[in-house]
């Protein structure tokens, strides 16, 4: 199983990435996807998720309105588009495979990539 995040970088803040997370090794199409971040000092919290097919997202509150979670499960790929980035979005973003429902819960999801750093300067 692997789970590669891309995309990541420096940006200034009101600016824009894309990341995205090519997954291989189990059956892409049929998991909940979800991403998450971590800032220096902090803990892993959740950001959003997306079902098997597309068809319902749910966001944290803090980025709901700016990021848009996607799949595309042809390419096994999921994808973060975030916008209007804010000094405090600055972290280390997880993408992570969960069997089941949605969840915000990290202890849901069985399968984590090794994460892509976000920096946004103020």
């Known amino acids: 199983v692997q789970l590669q995040a891309s995309g990541g970088g420096l940006v200034q803040a009101g600016g824009s990435l894309r990341l995205s997370c090519a997954a291989s090794g189990f059956s892409f199409g049929r998991y909940i996807m979800g991403w998450f971040r971590q800032a220096p000092g902090k803990e892993r919290v959740f950001v959003a998720t997306i079902t098997w097919d597309g068809d319902s997202t749910y966001y944290a509150d803090s980025v709901k309105g700016r990021f848009t979670i996607s799949r595309d499960n042809a390419k096994n790929t999921v994808y973060l588009q975030m916008n209007s980035l804010k000094y405090e979005d600055t972290a280390v973003y997880y993408c992570?495979?969960?069997?089941?429902?949605?969840?915000?819960?990290?202890?849901?999801?069985?399968?984590w990539g090794q994460g892509t750093q976000v920096t946004v300067s103020s």
């Open positions: 992570a495979a969960a069997p089941g429902a949605m969840s915000a819960n990290y202890r849901s999801y069985s399968y």
